[in-house]
Nanobody
Framework: QMQLVESGGGLVQAGDSLRLSCTAS????????MGWFRQAPGKEREFVAA????????NYADSVKGRFTVSRVNAKNTSYLQMNSLKPEDTAVYFC????????????????WGQGTQVTVSS
């Protein structure tokens, strides 16, 4: 069993940056792919980014490519989502997720989820 807790959300202006953190409790954090998703009001939860257990492989949604960077420090049981050049359309609740599969990109494939953290970008 794994529990995930996100932090770092907040209210920022367009063009600003934020770094989200996702800290895991439980064993074998280093064996899990870590994913990041977001959900805006009235919309489906969508894939944002994923990072392999080793940290060497990453994948991004086209909408955030070049602006967001996912990383992890296995020794700290933590994954990060660095978000730069934020836009109002990035406003959403951001979730981290974990799964033993290799780089899943759909919500249904992830077994463990955090509670989410709100990111609001004003224009």
């Amino acid at each position: 069993q794994m529990q995930l807790v996100e932090s770092g959300g907040g209210l920022v202006q367009a063009g600003d940056s934020l770094r989200l953190s996702c800290t895991a409790s439980g064993r074998f954090f280093g064996a899990y792919t870590m994913g990041w998703f977001r959900q805006a009001p009235g919309k489906e939860r969508e894939f944002v980014a994923a990072i392999s257990w080793s940290g060497y492989v990453t994948n991004y949604a086209d909408s955030v490519k070049g602006r967001f960077t996912v990383s992890r420090v296995n020794a700290k049981n933590t994954s990060y989502l660095q978000m730069n050049s934020l836009k109002p359309e990035d406003t959403a609740v951001y979730f981290c997720a974990a799964d033993r599969q290799r780089m899943p990109t759909t919500r249904e494939e992830y077994d463990f989820w955090g509670q989410g953290t709100q990111v609001t970008v004003s224009s």
